[in-house]
Nanobody
Framework: QVQLVESGGGLVQPGGSLRLSCAAS????????MAWYRQTPGKQRDMVAR?????STDYADSLKGRFIISRDKNTVSLQMNSLKPEDTAVYYC???????????????WGQGTQVTVSS
């Protein structure tokens, strides 16, 4: 049993910053990729940033330079700077996790956290 619990969402003014965190817990043997996605009503869930077990990172092209993903053991964080109204979305944590005594990894999602950028 694995859980991803997100924190840090909220309301911020344009140009402001926000930091999201996601902690994975449970019977975890190994975590491969951790990532953040976001989704707005009526649209598909898009990748924001991901980070591998070797700390290699990948970002959506439109977000490079403003968002920074990092991880520490079973926690992944997303530092969001210079926020714009179009960054308003529900942000979801994602992780590929191999549970204890399992051979294969499974994909897990957090419950989502709302980020609203508005004056």
């Amino acid at each position: 049993q694995v859980q991803l619990v997100e924190s840090g969402g909220g309301l911020v003014q344009p140009g402001g910053s926000l930091r999201l965190s996601c902690a994975a817990s449970g019977s975890i043997s190994e975590i491969n990729v951790m990532a953040w996605y976001r989704q707005t009503p009526g649209k598909q869930r898009d990748m924001v940033a991901r980070i591998g077990s070797d700390d290699s990172t990948d970002y959506a092209d439109s977000l490079k330079g403003r968002f920074i993903i990092s991880r520490d053991k079973n926690t992944v964080s997303l530092q969001m700077n210079s926020l714009k109204p179009e960054d308003t979305a529900v942000y979801y944590c994602y992780a590929e996790i191999r549970q204890t005594y399992r051979i294969y990894s499974n994909n897990y999602w957090g419950q989502g956290t709302q980020v609203t950028v508005s004056s």
